[in-house]
T-cell receptor
Framework: DAGVIQSPRHEVTEMGQEVTLRCKPI?????LFWYRQTMMRGLELLIY????????DSGMPEDRFSAKMPNASFSTLKIQPSEPRDSAVYFC?????????????FGPGTRLTVT | GQSLEQPSEVTAVEGAIVQINCTYQ??????LSWYQQHDGGAPTFLSY????GLEETGRFSSFLSRSDSYGYLLLQELQMKDSASYFC???????????FGAGTRLAVHP
């Protein structure tokens, strides 16, 4: 298996622009997680899905952030409009089922810079 | 709420043994996970403790004591490639999510 795939790997955009991050989880995994990592705040869970349904979005910072999972093999995290404080590495991770969600497989991340 | 504390940095010599501690506060959880992250890389799963005691996986071992709200990761026969950040994370099974600590940066020197 190719593992969790994320695109783009790097994104540089100007404040106010829309940013869309993409993720393909490992085939057969029921759970998909979006994280944000910064030096100040560490690794934060933004939202997670179970069988394409959003279960917990309590970590989404504000209405500018939205996430979708239209099917089992694709998810997006959108920021509109983007702000400099959104600069971070965004990781997508997946796990096979609820019993083993302590073991999550992370994608390589998208490094977002908002100027 | 839930919170975890880890030392921010640990330094050790190649070939030595190092222990990275993790204390936590929680009203309930299923277990404690450990992840490794190299600079510029993604977190990768190392170990999980659902029960009290020691779990061994090659050179790495992880320990959990629920009565002490404490766990640790033990790395033996340190190698230069072990230089990385190590995160403990509480697994809230009922919510199927991980809450990560701030991470411990391990530097291994020759």
């Amino acid at each position: 298996d190719a593992g969790v795939i994320q695109s783009p790997r790097h994104e540089v955009t100007e404040m106010g622009q829309e940013v869309t991050l993409r993720c393909k989880p490992i085939s057969g995994h029921d759970y998909l997680f979006w994280y944000r990592q910064t030096m100040m705040r560490g690794l934060e869970l933004l939202i997670y899905f179970n069988n394409n349904v959003p279960i917990d979005d309590s970590g989404m910072p504000e209405d500018r952030f939205s996430a979708k999972m239209p099917n089992a093999s694709f998810s997006t995290l959108k920021i509109q409009p983007s702000e400099p404080r959104d600069s971070a590495v965004y990781f997508c991770a997946s796990s096979s089922d609820s019993q083993s969600s302590y073991e999550q497989y992370f994608g390589p991340g998208t490094r977002l810079t908002v100027t | 709420g839930q919170s975890l504390e880890q030392p921010s940095e640990v330094t050790a010599v190649e070939g030595a043994i190092v222990q990275i501690n993790c204390t936590y506060q929680t009203s309930g959880f299923y277990g404690l996970s450990w992840y490794q992250q190299h600079d510029g890389g993604a977190p990768t799963f190392l170990s999980y403790n659902a029960l009290d005691g020691l779990e061994e996986t090659g050179r790495f071992s992880s320990f959990l004591s629920r009565s002490d709200s404490y766990g640790y990761l033990l790395l033996q026969e340190l190698q230069m490639k072990d230089s990385a950040s190590y995160f403990c994370a509480l697994f809230s099974g009922g919510y199927n999510k991980l809450i990560f600590g701030a991470g411990t940066r391990l530097a291994v020197h020759p």
